[in-house]
Nanobody, 115 residues
Framework: VQLVESGGGLVQPGGSLRLSCAAS????????MSWFRQAPGKEREWVAR????????NYADSVKGRFTISRDNAKNTVYLQMNSLKPEDTAVYYC?????????WGQGTQVTLSS
């Protein structure tokens, strides 16, 4: 099982990034997918979730209206489009797959806001 995040980097406040998470080794289309993030010195927090078929999404209040989660089950990939980025969005972003008792994590990708 692998979840490989990409797309992180250094961006100015107000800018945009799109994160990707490529999955392999499990039946991607049957798993709900989420993004979490962990800022320095803070606990990991949930950011967004999408159901297995992509029909429903949920967001943390801190990112609602700015971030969009989506998935392409044909490509075994989940995305996080991040717009209007703020300094407090600086964190390592992790991809998560969950179905029943099975749960997998990626290694994370760093997003840094800096002017």
């Amino acid at each position: 099982v692998q979840l490989v995040e990409s797309g992180g980097g250094l961006v100015q406040p107000g800018g945009s990034l799109r994160l990707s998470c490529a999955a392999s080794g499990f039946t991607f289309s049957t798993y709900a997918m989420s993004w979490f993030r962990q800022a320095p010195g803070k606990e990991r927090e949930w950011v967004a979730r999408i159901t297995s078929a992509g029909s429903n999404t949920n967001y943390a209040d801190s990112v609602k209206g700015r971030f969009t989660i989506s998935r392409d089950n044909a490509k075994n990939t989940v995305y996080l489009q991040m717009n209007s980025l703020k300094p407090e969005d600086t964190a390592v972003y992790y991809c998560n797959a969950k179905m029943s008792w099975n749960e997998y994590w990626g290694q994370g990708t760093q997003v840094t806001l800096s002017s």
